[in-house]
C-alpha cells in the first residue's frame, strides 16, 4: 500500500441546513484561522468550544477497560469492566453490547462525549503488554464483538472511538516501529475489524496507531485515511493517538482530524498558515471541521442537538451495572479441563476447602495502562468471595503459596501522614518556593498528573512534590522501599537517602508514566516501631507528569510448604494464580508466556498432594501451561474486572456456568508460534507478512496441535453436534445449519463455529458463529448466514474483493480442531 498525500476534501460538504445543527454550514460562519484552531484539543481530555456557532467543548476519556478519571485521581471511582480478552471468551455479541451499553450509560451520566475503545488490535503473538486489550487473535472474532461494544457505547449517544489503526499489535518501539504487511493480509486480517466496527457499526471516531505502517506513520498514510473515508463513505472523526503526531503538513494532507492531546503542537492554528502558504487546501481543514462539529451533533454538544440515543429503554442505572460486569466475568470464564467432572464443587461434600495462591487474596483485576480504573466499593477478592460462599457449610483455609516478588503501592499498607491521617501526605511546591502551593490528603501513591495539578497549576511550570508518610512496620527485618516518576527523585527513611533516581530521557511520553519504572532502596526496620517515608521529585516542567512509591516488605519463609499442608488436608483445592499488575503493561512486550517459576512450582506440589486441584488463571494473555496435564480442573478467569470474586464463586458452586470458549490458542511451546523470534530489523521494520498466517490458521498449516485450541472450552456440560447442511439463499447467501444436543445434565451454552476454505487454499479461516442455550435433553438447530464477504480474497491485482470460482469448503464443529462436519458448495 502506498501513502499517496493526496489533499482530502472529505465527504459531506453539502450538508445544508440550520446553521447551529448541520456542521457544513457552521463552519461556513468561522474564520479560517478559527476553523483551523479546531484541528486540536484544548486539553489532555477535551475539545475547543466555538460558542459562535454553539460549539461546547467534549470531554472525551479513556474507556477499553473502564473511565479512566481525566485527573488520575483514585477518589474517582468508575466501572472496572472485564478486559478485552475476556470479553474475546465470551463469543457472546450480547454480553458484548451489555458491556458497552454499562460503559455508555456510565458515560452519558457523567458528561463524557466520547470513549476511546475497543481496542481492535489482534493478538499476534500473545506476548504484546497490551494483550488484555485485544480480544482475540482471529480478525473475524474480533470485528463483531468489536461492533457489538460499539453498538452499546453508542446506544447512549456517547461516541466510541475505536483504536489502534492499525497494526499496533506490539509495544517494543511502538513510536517508531513499522509493520510491513501486504496488501491482502492488511485488508483480510488487520484492517477486517475496524471496517466492521467503522463500516458496519458506524463507529463515530477512529484513533490511528502510534506505528508506521510499510514506512509511514499512521497518523499521516494518506492510503491507509483514504480507505477508512472513501472507500467504506465513513463520515467519522480521525485522531491522533496521543503525541503520535510529530509533523504539520502530512498529517493533514492525509486526513487526520484532530490532534491529541491538546493544546496543540503541530496541528491546530498551523493549519492556517499552512493554507496561507498554498501548501494545504482550505477544504482539507473545513472537512476536519465539519467531522468534528457533526460528531458533537451526535454528543449533544452542538446547540440545538442532544445526544443520539438509540436504545433510551436500555439505558444501564449504576446500582445495576455490577451485576452485568459479574455475568459478563462468569460468561467469559473458560474451562479446559475438567477431570473427574471436579467442576462444580458440591458444598455437601466438603469438609474442608482449601483456597492456594497469590492472586486469590491479591487478584489482577485489569492490566497496566497509563491510566488505572478505580472501582466504586469494594471489589470482593477471590478468597473473599469463596470464603463467603462455603464458609457456611465447611471450613475454608487460605495460604498465598509464593511470597511477593514486587513492590506494591505504598497507599496499600497501614500508612498515615505525620498527623494520623489514613493515607500519604502529598505537596506540590512551583520554582524554588519553600511553602507549597497544595498539601493534599491521598489514599494511593501511584500519581499520573495531565497537563494542569488541580489546585496547584500547570504541569509544564518547573515545581516539585514532597510524599510523606508514617509507615508502621507489620515484621522485622529488611523493607524494600522504591520510587520513580517522570523527575529526579530522592527517597528518605527517617531523613537516611535510602535510593535515587535520575529523570528518565523520555520518548515515549504515555509509555514512560505507564511503565512506572522505580529504583529500591533498603531499610532494616522492626515490627511496630513507625518510620517516616519521605520522596521528594523535582521537574523542570512537561506536559504529563508522574510520581510512584513502593513497597515490598519481608514475608516469613516456608510459604510454598504451608501451602502444600494446606493442600494435602484439604477435600479440594482452588489455586489461583497469573498476573500482578505490572506483568502486561503498556509499551512493554513480555519475553515468555509462562507463569513466574515460583507459581509453576506451586502448581505442580499442590497437585501432587491433592487430585482434586483447580488452577483458576488470572491472567488477561495466553498462558504457557505445561503443568496442565497435573491438574484436575483449568479455568482461565483472564483479567475479569471488578466482578472477579463475585463471579468465580458462582461459577465454582454452578450458579453460574464458566460459558467461555478459547479467544486465542495455547500452543505447546512459544516457539510454535509464527511470530516467535521476529525482531525489528535495522530499520525499525518488523515483517507481518512472513509471520501470516497467525494463531489457529498457522498452527493448522504446520500441523501443531495446541495445548489448549482457538474456540476450546467445556462448560458444565456435554454436547453432540449430530449432522450438518448448507444451503444457498434466495439473496445468494448460504445458510449453514448445523444440529446440535445437550447430553449433559445441566442447561448450559454452546457456540457452533463454521471456518470456510477456498479452492485451493491450505488454510481455514473463522467464516461465522452462534451460541445457543439448551436444557438437558433439548436439541435445535443452529444456523449461521455466511455473505459472499465470507468466502472473499483480496485480490491485489484488480483492487477489489473476489470469490473464488468452484468448490469451497465449509467446515463446522466446536473449535478450530474439533471440526466433524465437512462440507462444500459450489461458488
Given at each position: 500500500?502506498?501513502?499517496?498525500?493526496?489533499?482530502?476534501?472529505?465527504?459531506?460538504?453539502?450538508?445544508?441546513?440550520?446553521?447551529?445543527?448541520?456542521?457544513?454550514?457552521?463552519?461556513?460562519?468561522?474564520?479560517?484561522?478559527?476553523?483551523?484552531?479546531?484541528?486540536?484539543?484544548?486539553?489532555?481530555w477535551?475539545?475547543?468550544?466555538?460558542?459562535?456557532?454553539?460549539?461546547?467543548?467534549?470531554?472525551?476519556g479513556?474507556g477499553?477497560?473502564?473511565?479512566?478519571?481525566?485527573?488520575?485521581?483514585?477518589?474517582?471511582?468508575?466501572?472496572?469492566?472485564?478486559?478485552?480478552?475476556?470479553l474475546?471468551?465470551?463469543w457472546d455479541?450480547?454480553?458484548?453490547?451489555?458491556?458497552?451499553?454499562?460503559?455508555?450509560?456510565?458515560?452519558?451520566?457523567?458528561?463524557?462525549?466520547?470513549?476511546?475503545?475497543?481496542?481492535?488490535?489482534?493478538?499476534?503473538?500473545?506476548l504484546?503488554?497490551?494483550?488484555?486489550?485485544?480480544?482475540?487473535?482471529?480478525?473475524?472474532?474480533?470485528?463483531?464483538?468489536?461492533?457489538?461494544?460499539?453498538?452499546?457505547?453508542?446506544?447512549?449517544?456517547?461516541?466510541?472511538?475505536?483504536?489502534?489503526?492499525?497494526?499496533?499489535?506490539?509495544?517494543?518501539e511502538?513510536?517508531?516501529?513499522?509493520?510491513?504487511?501486504?496488501?491482502?493480509?492488511?485488508?483480510?486480517?488487520?484492517?477486517?475489524?475496524?471496517?466492521?466496527?467503522?463500516?458496519?457499526?458506524?463507529a463515530?471516531?477512529?484513533?490511528?496507531?502510534?506505528?508506521?505502517?510499510n514506512?509511514?506513520?499512521?497518523?499521516?498514510?494518506?492510503?491507509?485515511?483514504?480507505?477508512?473515508?472513501?472507500?467504506?463513505?465513513?463520515d467519522?472523526?480521525?485522531?491522533?493517538?496521543?503525541?503520535?503526531?510529530?509533523?504539520?503538513?502530512?498529517?493533514?494532507?492525509?486526513?487526520?482530524?484532530?490532534?491529541?492531546?491538546?493544546?496543540?503542537?503541530?496541528?491546530?492554528?498551523?493549519?492556517a498558515?499552512?493554507?496561507?502558504?498554498?501548501?494545504?487546501?482550505?477544504?482539507?481543514?473545513?472537512?476536519?471541521?465539519?467531522?468534528?462539529?457533526?460528531?458533537?451533533?451526535?454528543?449533544?454538544?452542538?446547540?440545538?442537538?442532544?445526544?443520539?440515543?438509540?436504545?433510551?429503554?436500555?439505558h444501564?442505572?449504576?446500582e445495576?451495572?455490577?451485576?452485568?460486569?459479574?455475568?459478563?466475568?462468569?460468561?467469559?470464564?473458560?474451562?479446559?479441563?475438567?477431570?473427574?467432572?471436579?467442576?462444580?464443587?458440591?458444598?455437601?461434600?466438603?469438609?474442608?476447602?482449601?483456597?492456594?495462591?497469590?492472586?486469590?487474596?491479591?487478584?489482577?483485576?485489569?492490566?497496566?495502562?497509563?491510566?488505572?480504573?478505580?472501582?466504586?466499593?469494594?471489589?470482593?477478592?477471590?478468597?473473599?468471595?469463596?470464603?463467603d460462599?462455603?464458609?457456611?457449610?465447611?471450613?475454608?483455609?487460605?495460604?498465598?503459596?509464593?511470597?511477593?516478588?514486587?513492590?506494591?503501592?505504598l497507599?496499600?499498607?497501614?500508612?498515615t501522614?505525620?498527623?494520623?491521617?489514613?493515607?500519604?501526605?502529598?505537596?506540590?511546591?512551583?520554582?524554588?518556593?519553600?511553602?507549597?502551593?497544595?498539601?493534599?490528603?491521598?489514599?494511593?501513591?501511584?500519581?499520573?498528573?495531565?497537563?494542569?495539578?488541580?489546585?496547584?497549576?500547570?504541569?509544564?511550570?518547573?515545581?516539585?512534590?514532597?510524599?510523606?508518610?508514617?509507615?508502621?512496620?507489620?515484621?522485622?527485618?529488611?523493607?524494600?522501599?522504591?520510587?520513580?516518576?517522570?523527575?529526579?527523585?530522592?527517597?528518605y527513611?527517617?531523613?537516611t537517602?535510602?535510593?535515587?533516581?535520575?529523570?528518565?530521557?523520555?520518548?515515549?511520553?504515555?509509555?514512560?508514566?505507564?511503565?512506572?519504572?522505580?529504583?529500591?532502596?533498603?531499610?532494616?526496620?522492626?515490627?511496630?516501631?513507625?518510620?517516616?517515608?519521605?520522596v521528594?521529585?523535582?521537574?523542570?516542567?512537561?506536559?504529563?507528569?508522574?510520581?510512584?512509591?513502593g513497597?515490598?516488605?519481608?514475608?516469613?519463609?516456608?510459604?510454598?510448604?504451608?501451602?502444600?499442608?494446606?493442600?494435602?488436608?484439604?477435600d479440594?483445592?482452588?489455586?489461583?494464580?497469573?498476573?500482578?499488575?505490572?506483568?502486561?503493561?503498556?509499551?512493554?512486550?513480555?519475553?515468555?508466556?509462562?507463569?513466574?517459576?515460583?507459581?509453576?512450582?506451586?502448581?505442580?506440589?499442590?497437585?501432587?498432594?491433592?487430585?482434586?486441584?483447580?488452577?483458576?488463571?488470572?491472567?488477561?494473555?495466553?498462558?504457557?501451561?505445561?503443568?496442565?496435564?497435573?491438574?484436575?480442573?483449568?479455568?482461565?478467569?483472564?483479567?475479569?474486572?471488578?466482578?472477579?470474586?463475585?463471579?468465580?464463586?458462582?461459577?465454582?458452586?454452578?450458579?453460574l456456568?464458566?460459558?467461555?470458549?478459547?479467544?486465542?490458542?495455547?500452543?505447546?511451546?512459544?516457539?510454535?508460534?509464527?511470530?516467535?523470534?521476529?525482531?525489528?530489523?535495522?530499520?525499525?521494520?518488523?515483517?507481518?507478512?512472513?509471520?501470516?498466517?497467525?494463531?489457529?490458521?498457522?498452527?493448522?498449516?504446520?500441523?501443531?496441535?495446541?495445548?489448549?485450541?482457538?474456540?476450546?472450552?467445556?462448560?458444565?456440560?456435554?454436547?453432540?453436534?449430530?449432522?450438518?447442511?448448507?444451503?444457498?439463499?434466495?439473496?445468494?447467501?448460504?445458510?449453514?445449519?448445523?444440529?446440535?444436543?445437550?447430553?449433559?445434565?445441566?442447561?448450559?451454552?454452546?457456540?457452533?463455529?463454521?471456518?470456510?476454505?477456498?479452492?485451493?487454499?491450505?488454510?481455514?479461516?473463522?467464516?461465522?458463529?452462534?451460541?445457543?442455550?439448551?436444557?438437558?435433553?433439548?436439541?435445535?438447530?443452529?444456523?449461521?448466514?455466511?455473505?459472499?464477504?465470507?468466502?472473499?480474497?483480496?485480490?491485489?491485482?484488480?483492487?477489489?474483493?473476489?470469490?473464488?470460482?468452484?468448490?469451497?469448503?465449509?467446515?463446522?464443529?466446536?473449535?478450530?480442531?474439533?471440526?466433524?462436519?465437512?462440507?462444500?458448495?459450489?461458488?
Amino acid at each position: 500500500m502506498t501513502a499517496q498525500a493526496t489533499p482530502r476534501t472529505g465527504a459531506g460538504d453539502a450538508e445544508v441546513g440550520t446553521p447551529e445543527r448541520e456542521p457544513a454550514a457552521a463552519v461556513a460562519r468561522l474564520d479560517p484561522r478559527r476553523r483551523a484552531r479546531l484541528t486540536a484539543g484544548e486539553s489532555g481530555w477535551s475539545t475547543l468550544a466555538a460558542p459562535e456557532v454553539g460549539l461546547s467543548s467534549m470531554l472525551m476519556g479513556d474507556g477499553p477497560l473502564g473511565l479512566v478519571s481525566p485527573t488520575f485521581d483514585e477518589r474517582e471511582t468508575a466501572l472496572l469492566l472485564p478486559c478485552a480478552t475476556a470479553l474475546g471468551a465470551t463469543w457472546d455479541t450480547g454480553v458484548v453490547r451489555s458491556v458497552g451499553l454499562a460503559l455508555g450509560s456510565e458515560a452519558a451520566r457523567r458528561g463524557y462525549a466520547a470513549v476511546y475503545a475497543p481496542n481492535l488490535n489482534l493478538v499476534r503473538t500473545g506476548l504484546s503488554g497490551r494483550t488484555f486489550e485485544m480480544f482475540s487473535e482471529d480478525p473475524l472474532l474480533t470485528g463483531r464483538l468489536g461492533a457489538a461494544f460499539v453498538a452499546g457505547l453508542q446506544s447512549q449517544g456517547v461516541a466510541s472511538c475505536p483504536k489502534h489503526l492499525v497494526c499496533n499489535d506490539t509495544e517494543t518501539e511502538r513510536q517508531r516501529m513499522s509493520a510491513t504487511v501486504d496488501e491482502a493480509t492488511l485488508r483480510e486480517v488487520y484492517l477486517r475489524p475496524f471496517e466492521m466496527a467503522l463500516r458496519d457499526a458506524g463507529a463515530w471516531m477512529v484513533m490511528t496507531a502510534y506505528n508506521r505502517l510499510n514506512g509511514v506513520a499512521c497518523n499521516a498514510h494518506a492510503g491507509l485515511i483514504s480507505i477508512v473515508k472513501d472507500e467504506w463513505a465513513w463520515d467519522g472523526l480521525v485522531i491522533s493517538d496521543y503525541f503520535a503526531v510529530k509533523e504539520t503538513l502530512a498529517p493533514a494532507l492525509a486526513g487526520l482530524d484532530l490532534e491529541m492531546p491538546g493544546p496543540a503542537i503541530y496541528l491546530g492554528e498551523r493549519l492556517a498558515e499552512e493554507v496561507a502558504a498554498g501548501r494545504l487546501p482550505q477544504e482539507r481543514v473545513d472537512d476536519a471541521v465539519i467531522r468534528l462539529l457533526r460528531l458533537a451533533r451526535r454528543v449533544g454538544a452542538l446547540a440545538g442537538s442532544g445526544r443520539e440515543v438509540s436504545a433510551p429503554g436500555e439505558h444501564v442505572p449504576a446500582e445495576a451495572a455490577p451485576a452485568v460486569l459479574t455475568a459478563a466475568a462468569a460468561a467469559s470464564f473458560t474451562l479446559v479441563r475438567n477431570e473427574g467432572r471436579v467442576l462444580p464443587l458440591r458444598p455437601e461434600r466438603l469438609r474442608r476447602l482449601a483456597v492456594i495462591g497469590p492472586n486469590a487474596t491479591r487478584p489482577c483485576y485489569q492490566g497496566a495502562t497509563f491510566g488505572r480504573v478505580r472501582p466504586a466499593g469494594h471489589a470482593a477478592t477471590p478468597w473473599e468471595a469463596v470464603r463467603d460462599r462455603f464458609g457456611s457449610t465447611c471450613e475454608v483455609v487460605y495460604e498465598p503459596g509464593v511470597p511477593r516478588t514486587r513492590p506494591e503501592p505504598l497507599g496499600a499498607f497501614p500508612v498515615t501522614t505525620p498527623d494520623g491521617e489514613p493515607g500519604v501526605l502529598l505537596e506540590h511546591f512551583r520554582g524554588a518556593s519553600a511553602a507549597p502551593v497544595l498539601g493534599e490528603v491521598r489514599a494511593d501513591s501511584a500519581f499520573i498528573w495531565f497537563g494542569e495539578v488541580p489546585g496547584a497549576g500547570p504541569t509544564t511550570e518547573p515545581g516539585s512534590l514532597r510524599l510523606t508518610a508514617v509507615f508502621t512496620p507489620e515484621t522485622d527485618g529488611r523493607h524494600v522501599f522504591a520510587a520513580g516518576g517522570s523527575g529526579e527523585t530522592v527517597l528518605y527513611i527517617d531523613g537516611t537517602e535510602i535510593a535515587r533516581r535520575p529523570a528518565p530521557a523520555v520518548d515515549d511520553v504515555m509509555g514512560q508514566v505507564a511503565r512506572a519504572e522505580m529504583t529500591p532502596g533498603e531499610a532494616e526496620l522492626t515490627a511496630g516501631v513507625p518510620v517516616t517515608v519521605v520522596v521528594e521529585m523535582t521537574s523542570p516542567g512537561a506536559r504529563v507528569q508522574a510520581l510512584t512509591v513502593g513497597c515490598l516488605p519481608p514475608e516469613p519463609p516456608g510459604a510454598l510448604r504451608r501451602a502444600v499442608e494446606a493442600a494435602a488436608g484439604a477435600d479440594a483445592v482452588v489455586l489461583v494464580v497469573g498476573d500482578v499488575l505490572e506483568t502486561s503493561r503498556e509499551s512493554r512486550d513480555m519475553a515468555s508466556s509462562a507463569l513466574p517459576a515460583e507459581q509453576a512450582e506451586l502448581i505442580r506440589e499442590v497437585a501432587a498432594v491433592n487430585p482434586r486441584t483447580v488452577v483458576v488463571v488470572n491472567a488477561g494473555r495466553p498462558v504457557h501451561a505445561p503443568w496442565a496435564d497435573d491438574v484436575a480442573g483449568l479455568l482461565f478467569a483472564w483479567l475479569p474486572g471488578q466482578g472477579f470474586g463475585t463471579a468465580l464463586a458462582a461459577v465454582l458452586d454452578g450458579e453460574l456456568e464458566p460459558a467461555g470458549r478459547m479467544p486465542v490458542s495455547v500452543p505447546c511451546r512459544d516457539e510454535d508460534r509464527s511470530t516467535w523470534g521476529e525482531r525489528l530489523d535495522a530499520d525499525l521494520a518488523l515483517d507481518y507478512t512472513a509471520t501470516e498466517p497467525i494463531g489457529y490458521r498457522h498452527l493448522r498449516r504446520s500441523g501443531l496441535r495446541p495445548r489448549f485450541a482457538f474456540g476450546e472450552g467445556l462448560g458444565y456440560t456435554r454436547w453432540e453436534h449430530r449432522d450438518a447442511r448448507a444451503e444457498r439463499t434466495a439473496d445468494g447467501r448460504v445458510e449453514v445449519t448445523v444440529s446440535v444436543a445437550n447430553v449433559g445434565e445441566r442447561r448450559g451454552r454452546e457456540v457452533v463455529q463454521v471456518y470456510v476454505r477456498g479452492p485451493g487454499e491450505r488454510d481455514v479461516r473463522l467464516a461465522g458463529f452462534a451460541g445457543v442455550r439448551l436444557d438437558p435433553g433439548e436439541s435445535a438447530d443452529v444456523a449461521i448466514l455466511l455473505d459472499e464477504r465470507a468466502f472473499a480474497r483480496w485480490d491485489t491485482a484488480g483492487g477489489g474483493w473476489s470469490v473464488a470460482p468452484g468448490r469451497h469448503e465449509i467446515l463446522a464443529g466446536r473449535s478450530s480442531v474439533e471440526l466433524p462436519h465437512s462440507l462444500t458448495v459450489e461458488l
